[in-house]
């Protein structure tokens, strides 16, 4: 048998899984509904034309259409790349074009096909490809890759992405062909008879063109090709001869063939180059002597711009009727000229982009737009009229004068000198082109028909082409080049072929040769024939199978493929063809003929005409009837252990070699009838012994591995293999089973029941000799080492680990055969049941054992990874340990992780991976030593990592080390990754990437890691996890407009009382309020109505106030639905009167109300509504604009909405034509909204077109000759501030001077400017102070402005000055209303001048300039001061001297000048009323400065501060006596409105009750002196208390200060209509000061909010040391500058800390998402909500003593603790007894105490562990273990453990198993072993004599016995030991041994033996160790 094996004989596989193929596509089409309708609409014109009958003309379309679909169907294959999950099944895709229709559809083996997308075009699909193209980012430069399917129509490409975008790409010319690249797609032009006269002499147009986006223009490529006369000249592919034939992205290359030469060419294409572009573009290298030289280019790019089309898709010149242009002419214009006038040209050139002003249409469109409108969509046939075939169309063109004359010379042709060449994205650079064959027959093109690339077993790689019509494919092997960046291809080798296909998986190609038969091929070597069922059989009809498809529409036979082969040269004289072939596209069928073809075909057998659509390892054969079949071509290995053996056998092996095993092996495995997968292993020992040179039939044991072959090749189809090659079946008869066999009586690995194997092995004669001739003898060495490391590798894995023992037994009998005996003896200890069985031997000849090439590596210490890791533990120096690259990739990773986490040496992974770890190189490998450093290097290790774990973790995660992969590693190896994932998990770091968090299983983290990256392409980023707000049930919950206050976070703030919904109640302005007035005897009906409704009218004054309020209460809750208009809550002004609740209205005529007067708080409402939603919800221009109301009573509302919009931020997305809409209308209320909102969210950007807008309406920004336009006063306010929100912070210097006169501005001659002056004046100081906001004195560049100065001026009055600049002339004539004089009027400037003084030297703490605002000191002056100034001057003073801003009482009266707090003699004539009013006006004033110091702060004492003066002004209300009287009542309530706010602001977000309960007292109060004024500032108060639902609160930024001092002037209006003093809009900037500061801690699990504890530390600063306050959150956190860092505290919660003094950016995220930091409960404790004192925790029941826990601990309760459903079911069956399993008490108690402690040490992944621990020594004590392997492990844990014990107590808690389970089971292991010792020493003694191996039962004893102790293999060392006289002499003997002393001891009485006397054993107390 032997000399068969290997003998190239003709075999033959067999093909699997047949079926019939028809393109579901076609299935698809014919059920489309618009394929055909189109297809009728378009031809009807046409047979118009031909016919005068319609019906004639109808019937005549319908055939053509038949036809024409049939023959212009085509469809390509492609594997699926969908990577949902990594086992996703994987299935084909397929697009398919007929007609105007591409169908894209997916199937799968298990599913059937479905339509993915499926796009109908205007004009017939010419061709349709997939093509992936690269969109750069704006910022980073990697590219993000789109995936789309291109549809190639004549006149234009339709590219539709995945994700949804669609663009049209209008071609500039005819195409040919369009080709998918790495880049993008080329196009090839089609040359047309035109070119000649088109091009300048000497100069052709490029062909060949690339695309890189659809919305790039199409430019055209350079070539850079290699030859004797050009040099590496780069030019335009422009060569017409040139024809593409192939194109491939990876590896990125284009083949082309030379019609003239019949050569192919490959290229690489790549992207241009700056000099080689340049070169192109200079184009004067080589003026080919014309002076058009120059122009070529130029000319180039007009023709390509202007001609829209060159001939329609209609007539491809097929009708002749092409356009003639005049040969002097270099344009085209008979395109130009026909009946439409839509003429799509091409954008100018690409680069324009940057520096060309008239930026062209498409490229201007950036590609984040919608891609829509990337251009104007145009059906493809319309735009070319008949007539533009008609003969008569020169004629047109001449009259109309659109042809120059024909002697127009090119040079004054006007469009060559200003047309700018196009600049080139790609280059073809030629890399290979074939040698021209002499003899070749030119007359026979030879252009190849197919081009792929293939590789063959041994990762050689071919490009192939197919040149049909020599029958032969030519295969040229290339290589990379070292760096990858280059092709070199070498050799060329031709194989006869009629057709081929590549089939990727399998590394093998399909070829068809000329007699009809399949072969198959890898590379260029032949495996064997293809035998597919049923084909060549003439019996087999196919007509029984197939039947039910066979309908004679379905026979028209198609071109395999019908866009790049016409013509099917068949070898006719081989097979007569029955098919009439479509020789060319306008060949004519009659129906007739289908019928008769068909019943033609079927009298001679199909035979396979072509191949097409290669997948995987599926092809679709084409046969000669037309039909399709797909078959499937078997793989080389499905048993994982077989491939991994093929793999390590191709790594060592030469390459002719290894070429040799594979295909032999191939052959064996897939022969027809072939073993089922059960057997593969066997099979492959065989085949593989028998290439050795073992006779296999002589060998016992592989004898017995025959009987599974079955010997009669029956010609079945194979059924499909399970993808695992079933172990169980293999395992069980080669271990035995367990339990029904013992081990001594019967052979372990045979399938029979002979118990006398050993005679067998007697006769050891010549029968059991090698033979040396075998291809393989040579290197059994090498493979035998390969193998040898395979094994490791293998127990490295849980769920390899069964398949070892398979493969040790092939090692066993090498390691004999080559005399081995200490790997012999390895494999014995690993299997000691196993390998006793095996005895045989084969004989090598000495004088052949020099032809074996014994390989360096081999080495007699047998490399075993086990004993590596162990000494590793033991703090042992290792050689480093053997390793295949690619192979033994989980044996590199765990000696790396175990270099560098036990050893502790950094660079292990990096720099010094060659101290742990040797690679064997195996001749033919070129990549083996960059492998893995290339792998390493692509991921950028940039963590923070301090210590050994951490380093560890994040390397394991950068390797794509999963916990996945964690639990298949064994216990004992496993135990110091876990360990280190275990302190890494307690204290994390915030930055680490998301794997490396799922890694250490803290979900919490990768959650938060997670949703950074999805930041921002969800809607829903805060609500992922469910905060949406409940759905209220009655319809008037709905309308209040506060219902999307997330309730659950809420809840758990507020979590014992109702203020939120007490805050609804008080804010809700949608419904009526009640009016209760009663009736007195005296007052009529008629009056007593009257009464109601003046009532109603105060309380009328709240209702419309509390728009303002509601705004910050709901700001930012809500995310829009897209589709629909966004809620507004109407504005109710009716009321009802108890007790019949009858109406009452206002509208009634009874009282006189005032006119307009909701026009504000409309716009307030509107407001209200906007702020709702939320910064990160989806808003676009169309939704804003659909939003529109249509009744005009609401355009206040809606003008309120647009500035709601710029608030947060959504009004930047409005397009500009909308803006400008808008502000036309004239609207006021639209104006002022949209100024502000624009401004607001274009905050401190300088943006240009804004500050356009802005200054159209103020006239001081105008020119001064310009038109006055009649701007209404409010607008000008509105836009003034405007310029100061755009230029925030700028200090920008025209703007400054502006702003500053206009604070003075005087009242002009007519009305203009007279009225409400005060709040223009206001406005601009308050812009003036934020354009130069906190700049202080370092105003650059504004010394000359004398900015304070000026200020001061208008603060104090005095002189007006000239005016200065443009606005002289506009102000030269006095006012005819107010008579002023040429002082300032001071009550106008002063307000505006004081805060301009407090915003720009805001927080200097300037004393100079703060002493300008201190109050008068004598009465005389005080009087000349308005009491509201002495506010405004206080609260300036403050905010300047920051710093010294105190918040206690003492501070605040220390404001008030020394003259009011002295006593007073009564003998000076004071004005009481001054002094009170100047007091509480000074106190308001600083408490004002309070709030803004601590606003957001919720600081306790600065709120009891404030507090504190409020209580003082309410009790001075109270009492209606002589203070309330002196001060007044406005004046104390306006102080005492200020002092609310104050408060609001400091404790803003908080929900404080105190303020509650004020705001809810004020909110009472309607009558009297509360005007609408102070309801807005009440209401405002409980706003700012509440902001955001309380998940906002305020910053003390510059920008936010400036924000709340034009928000809360402390003038309020005294009636809804009223702008006199400060603008009502202005009251809404407060929002811009708001920032979200709420922390929710959501759990992980659960995905709902909880309670957690925080840690936050707060930086030192003057006021305080560093400090640390514990807050429970859900919290507000105080402002994150403050913060050095905040962390998430034990005992309930693991820990996460965020380090602020680093970077506060990440903190900053997750505020403004929500405020989510996900948590993660530990197992054992509940959550706060639950056990809010922590009794109820698992740990709490320990706290007396630690054992009672595991007694008290009920295992049923542990669902409360722990949410790990592994813990939870572990629970459940194994630690409750239950009748089915009858266990004993002491594992259940055992069980249950593991389940304590992994739940109590919070590590649940230890619980395998354990439980494997426990198992290894139950299987020890009850003497059934099988293998060693669990005592290795076990060993390993032990030594972990003590090496963690030996480094000191301080270490211990780090350790994972701290329990006292380990010490126990250790003990249990060293009794069991200990007592075999004392009973058995003589068997160890006989083996460390080197006597024969025991019997079975002793020998796994023995085994364990030896592993445990870790004793080398002694048998040479025996001699040393033995003789020891003494303790210490043995000591010093086994030093070199490396025996720990503890294993050492055990020997110690059967060493030292009874020579030394009993009496010295018992003195060594053995448990001491």
């Known amino acids: 048998m032997s000399e068969v094996v290997y003998e190239e004989t003709a075999t033959m596989i067999a093909a699997g899984e047949l079926q019939p193929f028809v393109p579901f596509g076609r299935e698809h089409c014919r059920n489309h509904p618009n394929a055909f309708n189109l297809q009728l609409r378009e031809l009807q014109p046409a047979s118009e034309l031909w016919s005068s009958d319609g019906a004639a003309g109808l019937v005549g379309s319908l055939q053509e259409v038949s036809l024409q679909e049939r023959e212009r169907e085509c469809w390509q294959l492609r594997k699926g790349c969908k990577g949902v999950r990594e086992e996703d099944v994987e299935f084909e895709e397929e697009l398919y074009a007929a007609g105007t229709v591409a169908v894209w559809s997916q199937g799968s083996r298990s599913q059937a096909s479905n339509v993915y997308k499926a796009f109908t075009v205007d004009s017939p699909v010419q061709q349709a490809l997939w093509c992936t193209f690269a969109v750069p980012h704006d910022k980073k430069d990697e590219e993000e890759v789109e995936q789309t399917v291109c549809i190639v129509q004549s006149s234009c490409i339709n590219v539709h992405t995945v994700t949804g975008k669609d663009f049209i790409s209008p071609l500039p010319f005819q195409v040919s062909n369009v080709w998918a690249t790495k880049f993008g797609l080329l196009l090839e032009r089609k040359n047309t008879a035109t070119d000649a006269q088109l091009s300048p002499p000497g100069e052709s147009l490029p062909t060949v063109f690339s695309m890189l986006h659809p919305l790039d223009e199409v430019a055209p490529v350079v070539c850079k090709p290699t030859g004797p006369f050009e040099g590496s000249r780069v030019q335009y592919v422009s060569d017409a001869s040139m024809k593409i034939v192939f194109s491939c992205c990876q590896p990125s290359v284009v083949v082309s063939y030379d019609t003239v030469q019949g050569t192919h060419s490959v290229w690489a294409l790549r992207r241009v180059t700056q000099d080689e572009r340049s070169t192109v573009l200079r184009c004067s290298a080589d003026p080919v002597g014309t002076p058009l030289g120059l122009m070529a280019s130029g000319l180039l790019t007009s023709h390509l711009r202007n001609i829209s089309r060159l001939d329609s898709p209609g007539g491809s010149g097929a009708t002749g009727t092409s356009c003639v242009v005049s040969a002097g002419s270099p344009l085209h214009y008979g395109a130009l000229h026909s009946h439409q006038s839509r003429i799509m040209t091409s954008s100018p050139g690409s680069h324009s982009r940057a520096h060309s002003p008239s930026i062209s249409n498409m490229a201007a469109l950036s590609r984040a737009h919608s891609p829509g409108m990337a251009a104007p969509s145009f059906s493809g046939a319309s735009r070319f009229n008949t007539s533009l075939h008609s003969p008569s169309h020169q004629h047109h063109q001449q009259q109309h004068g659109l042809l120059p004359s024909l002697n127009t010379t090119v040079n004054d042709s006007v469009v060559a000198p200003e047309v700018e060449p196009i600049v080139p994205d790609l280059c073809m650079e030629q890399l290979w082109s074939e040698t021209v064959a002499a003899g070749c027959h030119r007359e026979m093109s030879s252009q190849a028909s197919k081009v792929f690339l293939t590789s063959d077993l041994c990762e050689n790689r071919y490009l192939c082409f197919l040149v049909e019509s020599h029958q032969q494919l030519r295969c040229v092997k290339f290589i990379e080049s070292n760096n990858t960046s280059q092709l070199i291809f070498t050799s060329v080798t031709t194989i006869a072929a009629k057709d081929a296909e590549p089939l990727q998986n399998i590394d093998a190609m399909l070829v068809l040769e000329a007699c009809g038969s399949l072969v198959l091929y890898t590379g260029i070597t032949r495996v064997s024939k293809v035998f597919v069922p049923g084909l060549l059989s003439p019996t087999f009809s196919l007509t029984n199978h197939l039947s039910h498809l066979s309908m004679p529409a379905e026979k028209v036979s198609t071109p395999a493929n019908a866009g790049s082969r016409h013509l099917q040269r068949l070898d006719e004289a081989a097979m007569p063809s029955p098919v009439s072939e479509l020789r060319g596209p306008n060949l004519k069928h009659h129906v007739g003929s289908f019928v008769e073809d068909y019943s033609f075909q079927h009298a001679t057998t199909p035979y396979i005409r072509a191949l097409r659509d290669p997948v995987c390892n599926r092809v679709t054969l084409e046969l000669s009837s037309g039909r399709m079949l797909r078959i499937s071509i078997p793989e080389i290995a499905t048993s994982e252990l077989v491939r991994k053996c093929l793999q390590a056998v191709r790594f060592i092996l030469p390459k002719e070699a290894a070429m040799k095993v594979l295909v032999k092996w191939y052959n064996i495995y897939n022969a027809p009838g072939g073993p089922s997968a059960h057997a593969e292993w066997n099979l492959f020992v065989t085949c593989f012994m028998t290439l050795m040179g073992y006779n296999t039939e002589r060998l016992a044991w592989t004898r017995n591995l025959h009987f599974e072959v079955p010997l009669s090749p029956v010609i079945a189809a194979k059924k499909a293999r399970p993808s695992d090659g079933g172990s169980e079946e293999d395992l069980d008869y080669l271990l035995g089973s367990h339990y029904h066999r013992q081990m001594n009586s019967q052979p372990v690995c045979t399938a029979e029941t002979t118990t006398g194997q050993s005679s067998v092995s007697s006769p050891s004669g010549p029968s059991l000799k090698l033979d040396s001739a075998a291809p393989l003898f040579p290197h059994i060495p090498a493979l035998f080492y390969v193998l040898h490391l395979l094994y490791q590798e293998l127990l490295l894995d849980e769920l390899q680990r069964a398949r070892a023992s398979s493969l040790v037994c092939l090692l066993q009998q090498l390691a004999r055969d080559l005399q081995l005996d200490e790997y012999v003896d390895l494999y014995w200890r690993d299997y000691p049941s196993l390998i006793s069985v095996f005895t045989e031997s084969c004989v090598i000849d000495q004088t052949l054992i020099g032809q074996m090439q014994r390989p360096s590596f081999l080495r007699a210490e047998p490399p075993c990874v086990l004993s590596w890791l162990s000494g590793c533990l033991r703090g042992e120096e290792s050689p480093p340990f053997p390793c295949l690259p690619g192979i033994c990739t989980r044996t590199r990773l765990l000696v790396l992780s175990f270099a560098l986490y036990i050893v502790g040496d950094e660079n292990a992974t990096s720099t010094e991976v060659s101290k742990y770890l040797v690679k064997l190189s195996a001749g033919q490998k070129y990549c083996t030593s960059e492998l893995h450093y290339r792998r390493q290097?692509?991921?950028?290790?940039?963590?923070?990592?301090?210590?050994?774990?951490?380093?560890?973790?994040?390397?394991?995660?950068?390797?794509?080390?999963?916990?996945?992969?964690?639990?298949?590693?064994?216990?004992?190896?496993?135990?110091?990754?876990?360990?280190?994932?275990?302190?890494?998990?307690?204290?994390?770091?915030?930055?680490?990437?998301?794997?490396?968090?799922?890694?250490?299983?803290?979900?919490?983290?990768?959650?938060?890691?997670?949703?950074?990256?999805?930041?921002?392409?969800?809607?829903?980023?805060?609500?992922?996890?469910?905060?949406?707000?409940?759905?209220?049930?009655?319809?008037?919950?709905?309308?209040?407009?506060?219902?999307?206050?997330?309730?659950?976070?809420?809840?758990?703030?507020?979590?014992?009382?109702?203020?939120?919904?007490?805050?609804?109640?008080?804010?809700?302005?949608?419904?009526?309020?009640?009016?209760?007035?009663?009736?007195?005897?005296?007052?009529?009906?008629?009056?007593?109505?009257?009464?109601?409704?003046?009532?109603?009218?105060?309380?009328?004054?709240?209702?419309?106030?509390?728009?303002?309020?509601?705004?910050?209460?709901?700001?930012?809750?809500?995310?829009?639905?897209?589709?629909?208009?966004?809620?507004?809550?109407?504005?109710?002004?009716?009321?009802?009167?108890?007790?019949?609740?009858?109406?009452?209205?206002?509208?009634?005529?009874?009282?006189?109300?005032?006119?307009?007067?909701?026009?504000?708080?409309?716009?307030?409402?509107?407001?209200?509504?906007?702020?709702?939603?939320?910064?990160?919800?989806?808003?676009?221009?169309?939704w804003i604009a659909y939003n529109k109301p249509k009744s005009p009573e609401l355009a206040n509302e809606y003008a309120g909405f647009l500035m709601a919009l710029g608030l947060n931020g959504h009004l930047t997305k409005l397009a500009t034509l909308n803006i400008h809409d808008y502000l036309t209308k004239g609207h006021e209320m639209t104006s002022i909204g949209l100024l502000l909102g624009v401004s607001s969210a274009k905050l401190g950007t300088m943006d240009m077109s804004i500050t356009r807008l802005l200054s159209i309406h103020i006239p001081a920004l105008l020119p001064p000759t310009s038109t006055e336009l009649d701007v209404p006063h409010n607008v000008q306010v509105a836009a003034v501030i405007g310029i100061g929100l755009v230029y925030q912070g700028t200090g920008h210097r025209h703007n400054a001077e502006v702003l500053l006169s206009e604070i003075g501005r005087p009242p002009g001659p007519e009305m203009e400017y007279c009225t409400d002056r005060e709040s223009y004046s206001l406005a601009a100081g308050l812009a003036l102070g934020m354009v130069c906001l906190g700049h202080g004195s370092n105003l650059i560049g504004m010394t000359d402005l004398n900015v304070p100065e000026q200020l001061y001026q208008y603060m104090v009055g005095g002189h007006r000055r000239a005016q200065a600049g443009a606005n002289r002339e506009r102000h030269k004539s006095p006012s005819y209303q107010i008579k002023e004089g040429d002082t300032i009027n001071v009550d106008v400037t002063c307000p505006g001048a004081t805060l301009a003084l407090a915003m720009i030297y805001l927080k200097t703490n300037n004393r100079s300039i703060a002493d300008w605002l201190k109050p008068p000191d004598t009465w005389f002056l005080l009087d000349f001061i308005k009491p509201e100034f002495l506010l405004l001057r206080t609260l300036a003073r403050c905010i300047i001297m920051w710093d010294e801003i105190l918040p206690n009482t003492e501070w605040v009266k220390s404001n008030i000048p020394q003259i009011m707090r002295g006593t007073f003699d009564p003998s000076e004539d004071i004005n009481m009323e001054t002094m009170a009013q100047a007091q509480d006006y000074i106190t308001a004033g600083a408490c004002m400065a309070l709030g803004l110091r601590f606003a957001g702060s919720a600081n306790s004492d600065a709120f009891d501060c404030l507090y504190e003066f409020a209580r003082t002004f309410m009790k001075i209300m109270s009492f209606a006596g002589t203070a309330a009287v002196q001060t007044g009542y406005y004046n104390l309530q306006t102080g005492l409105s200020m002092i609310l706010l104050a408060m609001s602001m400091v404790m803003s977000g908080t929900g404080n009750l105190k303020v509650l309960q004020l705001c809810r007292f004020f909110h009472k109060r309607t009558g009297g002196e509360m005007n609408y004024g102070f309801h807005m500032a009440h209401h405002m108060g409980l706003g700012l208390l509440f902001l955001g639902g309380g998940r906002y609160t305020l910053s003390t930024s510059n920008s936010a200060i400036a924000a709340l001092l034009c928000a809360l002037y402390p003038h309020f209006p005294a009636h809804s209509t009223d702008n006199r003093y400060h603008l009502q809009a202005l009251r809404h900037l407060a929002v811009l000061a708001a920032e979200p500061r709420l922390l929710v801690p959501v759990d992980v699990d659960s995905l709902k909010p909880c309670y957690a504890l925080l840690e936050v530390t707060y930086k030192e600063t003057k006021w305080y040391k560093e400090t640390t306050v514990e807050l429970m959150a859900p919290t507000m956190l105080p402002e994150l500058h403050l913060l050095k860092r905040v962390k998430v505290k034990g005992p309930r919660y693991w820990e996460l800390s965020v380090d602020l003094s680093r970077e506060t950016q990440h903190l900053q995220s997750i505020l403004s998402r929500d405020g989510v930091l996900y948590v993660k409960l530990r197992a054992g404790q509940l959550p706060y909500k639950d056990d809010p004192q922590g009794w109820k925790s698992l740990l709490a029941s320990t706290v007396n003593h630690r054992a009672s826990g595991v007694r008290a601990f009920k295992p049923e309760s542990i669902s409360t603790f722990t949410s790990e459903p592994a813990l939870v079911s572990f629970a459940e069956f194994f630690c409750k007894a239950s009748e089915e399993i009858q266990q004993r008490d002491d594992t259940l108690v055992l069980f249950s105490a593991m389940l304590y402690e992994c739940v109590t040490q919070e590590c649940p992944e230890m619980l395998p562990t354990y439980i494997a621990i426990e198992q290894a020594v139950g299987a020890l004590r009850r003497a059934d273990l099988l293998q060693t392997f669990p005592l290795w492990q076990m060993r390993l844990v032990v030594e972990l453990w003590d090496s963690r014990v030996q480094r000191g107590p301080a270490n211990r808690h780090d350790a994972l198993l701290t329990s006292e389970f380990l010490p126990v089971m250790k003990n249990m292991v060293d009794v069991e072993l200990d007592r075999w010792l004392t009973d058995n020493s003589s068997v160890l003694r006989s083996y460390m004599r080197g006597e024969a191996l025991p019997k079975a039962a002793q020998s796994i004893m023995l085994a364990s016995f030896l592993v445990y102790r870790s004793i080398p293999s002694l048998r040479n060392t025996h001699t040393q030991l033995e003789g020891s006289t003494s303790l210490g002499d043995l000591l010093w003997r086994s030093s070199r041994l490396r025996i720990p002393l503890r294993d050492l001891l055990r020997l110690v009485p059967v060493l030292l033996g009874p020579a030394s006397g009993p009496h010295s054993v018992p003195v060594l107390p053995l448990q001491a160790f």
Request: hydrophobic share 35%; proline share 8%; charged share 20%.
């Open 937 to 1182: 290097s692509s991921v950028k290790v940039n963590f923070s990592c301090e210590s050994l774990a951490e380093q560890l973790v994040v390397w394991l995660t950068s390797e794509g080390f999963t916990l996945k992969d964690l639990e298949s590693v064994p216990f004992g190896v496993a135990l110091p990754i876990r360990e280190a994932i275990y302190r890494c998990r307690e204290q994390p770091c915030s930055d680490w990437s998301e794997e490396v968090c799922l890694l250490i299983g803290r979900q919490d983290l990768t959650k938060q890691a997670h949703k950074m990256t999805l930041a921002k392409s969800k809607a829903s980023v805060g609500s992922g996890l469910s905060l949406e707000p409940p759905v209220a049930t009655e319809a008037d919950e709905e309308e209040d407009g506060m219902s999307d206050i997330i309730q659950e976070v809420t809840g758990l703030i507020w979590s014992q009382d109702l203020r939120v919904q007490e805050v609804r109640r008080l804010l809700q302005s949608s419904r009526p309020v009640r009016v209760s007035v009663v009736q007195l005897p005296e007052v009529s009906d008629h009056e007593y109505i009257e009464e109601k409704e003046n009532k109603l009218l105060q309380l009328c004054q709240r209702t419309m106030a509390l728009p303002v309020g509601r705004g910050l209460f709901t700001l930012f809750s809500y995310q829009p639905v897209p589709t629909e208009p966004l809620p507004v809550p109407k504005l109710n002004l009716t009321g009802r009167a108890p007790p019949r609740n009858t109406m009452v209205d206002l509208n009634s005529g009874n009282i006189d109300v005032p006119p307009n007067m909701t026009s504000w708080p409309s716009f307030h409402n509107g407001v209200a509504a906007g702020l709702k939603i939320a910064p990160a919800s989806q808003v676009d221009s169309a």
